[in-house]
């Protein structure tokens, strides 16, 4: 499995950035998805998931909840987080995670920065 994330950049304080990760392996569908940020000098933190299936189910860390939106397409291979009214501590590396029972993979990351 090969996570590759795209769509981070450098936006203005109140813009918009759409992240994507696109999963290249098999059984995409089984694999409960997450979005972590990591800024620097501090932790990685969770920032969505959305789990596996059909019916799939999504949380929020706090401080993006109503800004934040993640999604799936279970035929193109690909979880995606919209990501709006971005302010300056949205500033971090955003990482892919794929999770299925004992299995777990990451992406290399994607930077966004958040700056006027």
């Known amino acids: 499995v090969q996570l590759v994330e795209s769509g981070g950049g450098l936006v203005q304080p109140g813009g918009s950035l759409r992240l994507s990760c696109a999963f290249s392996?098999?059984?995409?569908?089984?694999?409960?998805m997450t979005w972590y940020r990591q800024a620097p000098g501090k932790e990685r933190d969770l920032v969505a998931t959305?789990?596996?299936?059909?019916?799939?189910?999504?949380k929020y860390a706090d401080s993006v909840k109503g800004r934040f939106t993640v999604s799936r397409d279970n035929a193109k291979n690909t979880v995606t987080l919209q990501m709006n009214s971005l302010q300056p501590e949205d500033t971090a590396v955003y990482y892919c995670?794929?999770?299925?029972?004992?299995?777990?993979?990451w992406g290399q990351g994607t930077q966004v920065t958040v700056s006027s």
């Open positions: 995670h794929a999770t299925f029972l004992e299995y777990d993979y």
């Open positions: 392996g098999f059984t995409f569908s089984m694999y409960d």
């Open positions: 959305i789990t596996s299936g059909g019916g799939s189910r999504t």
